[in-house]
């Protein structure tokens, strides 16, 4: 029998326990102290709900002999919540959802269904990556597909496969790669250099004009308050506050600003967005799935994913994809057409 957990990671949930139960000691201390007895209760509260945190249990079992997927639930020892047969289930699918919370803002959460002759829900997290890991265990468990939906287009994959790079997948299917042709009206520019490939091109600078207007609202703000403060501690707060604004303004303005670019060297792939001094890399060998979306191509690893922007024209756009794809087989396949 193969258990699943359907929670975050358990260091996660062991950090915010101990945070509320040191907070609950914390104010049942204090209340002693101060004899306070309303204080004592809610400390008593705070010390209940730390203590459901860490030993609360959410997780599937997998029993092969008899035909069944078991959904449980409960606190140390976990009581069946859902039952549904093996034979009824064809895939699992990673989804992503929004959702209002109290305070009106949304938030994105990441559901992992079942799908077949029983459609059901098992649980939602708030991280994608966790999310895809717990569903890659549930379909090598249960020996179905794994549908990710997380960036819109579905990527498919089987239970085989799901510990496979997209270069060994493309080895094995023997599927051939060939470099593609330059679009001749283009805004890219393409470096070859003896160890490395750089593919440039103009950064998205549509979010540039809302970046603009918040700090013009910002710059409003500071130039109306400012001078109504007269106090050393409320100069400190508004150097403080403004200040860190300013910085995440010019931080978000340098990346949609300039040249991205498009790195392929030593074994990797790295996106620069913009004129952000840094970027996100990951290995070639870790890429297990190559999502072209409505926003950019994702490159999606079990622990790293890279986003690389889509310039504003389509066959840019498929040259660079395609271009990655036939730079991937050529360095860990070798079947290309012209190789």
Same mark, same amino acid.
């Given at each position: 029998?193969?258990?699943?957990?359907?929670?975050?990671?358990?260091?996660?949930?062991?950090?915010?326990? !101990?945070?509320?139960?040191?907070?609950?000691?914390?104010?049942?201390?204090?209340?002693? =102290?101060?004899?306070?007895?309303?204080?004592? +209760?809610?400390?008593? =509260?705070?010390? !209940?709900?730390?203590?459901?945190?860490? =030993?609360?249990?959410?997780?599937?079992?997998?029993?092969?002999?008899?035909?069944?997927?078991?959904?449980? /639930?409960?606190?140390?020892?976990?009581?069946?919540?859902?039952?549904?047969?093996?034979?009824?289930?064809?895939?699992?699918?990673?989804?992503?959802?929004?959702?209002?919370?109290?305070?009106?803002?949304?938030?994105?959460?990441?559901?992992?269904?079942?799908?077949?002759? *029983?459609?059901?829900?098992?649980?939602?997290?708030?991280?994608?990556?966790?999310?895809?890991?717990?569903?890659?265990?549930?379909?090598?468990?249960?020996?179905?597909?794994?549908?990710?939906?997380?960036?819109?287009?579905?990527?498919?994959?089987?239970?085989?496969?799901?510990?496979?790079?997209?270069?060994?997948?493309? /080895?094995?299917?023997?599927?051939?790669?060939?470099?593609?042709?330059?679009?001749?009206? *283009?805004?890219? %520019?393409?470096?070859?250099?003896?160890?490395?490939?750089? +593919?440039?091109?103009?950064?998205?600078?549509?979010?540039?004009?809302?970046?603009?207007?918040?700090?013009?609202?910002?710059?409003?703000?500071?130039?109306? #308050?400012?001078?109504?403060?007269?106090?050393?501690?409320?100069?400190?707060?508004?150097?403080?506050?403004?200040?860190?604004?300013?910085? #995440?303004?010019?931080?978000?303005?340098?990346?949609?600003?300039?040249?991205?670019? =498009?790195?392929?060297?030593?074994?990797? +792939?790295?996106?620069?967005?913009?004129?952000?001094?840094?970027?996100?890399?990951?290995?070639?060998?870790?890429?297990?799935?190559?999502?072209?979306?409505?926003?950019?191509?994702?490159?999606?690893?079990?622990?790293?994913?890279?986003?690389?922007?889509?310039?504003?024209?389509?066959?840019?756009?498929?040259?660079?994809?395609?271009?990655?794809?036939? %730079?991937?087989?050529?360095?860990? *396949?070798?079947?290309?057409?012209?190789?």
């Amino acid at each position: 029998m193969k258990t699943i957990s359907l929670q975050s990671r358990f260091a996660k949930r062991f950090l915010l326990s !101990a945070v509320v139960l040191l907070l609950a000691a914390a104010i049942i201390l204090a209340a002693i =102290v101060q004899d306070s007895q309303q204080a004592v +209760i809610f400390g008593i =509260v705070m010390l !209940a709900s730390g203590l459901m945190l860490l =030993v609360h249990r959410h997780y599937v079992e997998i029993d092969r002999e008899a035909g069944i997927l078991n959904r449980r /639930r409960g606190f140390l020892f976990g009581f069946r919540v859902q039952s549904i047969p093996i034979s009824e289930i064809t895939m699992i699918s990673l989804i992503p959802r929004a959702v209002r919370r109290h305070d009106k803002h949304r938030v994105i959460r990441f559901r992992i269904k079942v799908k077949g002759k *029983t459609q059901a829900i098992l649980t939602e997290l708030s991280n994608p990556a966790a999310a895809r890991r717990t569903c890659e265990s549930l379909c090598k468990a249960l020996g179905v597909p794994f549908e990710n939906r997380v960036y819109g287009p579905a990527s498919v994959r089987d239970a085989d496969e799901l510990d496979l790079s997209v270069a060994e997948r493309w /080895r094995r299917a023997e599927a051939r790669k060939e470099p593609p042709a330059l679009p001749s009206q *283009t805004a890219l %520019e393409v470096v070859h250099l003896p160890d490395e490939l750089c +593919i440039s091109m103009p950064a998205e600078r549509f979010n540039l004009k809302f970046v603009a207007f918040i700090a013009a609202i910002f710059g409003i703000f500071a130039a109306i #308050f400012f001078p109504l403060m007269d106090k050393p501690a409320e100069r400190a707060f508004f150097f403080l506050f403004f200040g860190a604004s300013a910085l #995440f303004l010019i931080y978000a303005a340098l990346a949609f600003a300039g040249t991205s670019r =498009v790195r392929i060297r030593k074994g990797s +792939i790295e996106f620069r967005q913009g004129s952000l001094p840094n970027g996100r890399r990951i290995p070639i060998g870790e890429i297990e799935e190559l999502i072209p979306a409505g926003d950019g191509l994702y490159l999606v690893g079990d622990t790293k994913t890279v986003w690389i922007q889509y310039s504003g024209r389509k066959t840019d756009n498929e040259y660079v994809q395609q271009y990655l794809e036939y %730079e991937i087989a050529r360095h860990h *396949t070798g079947l290309t057409v012209d190789g």
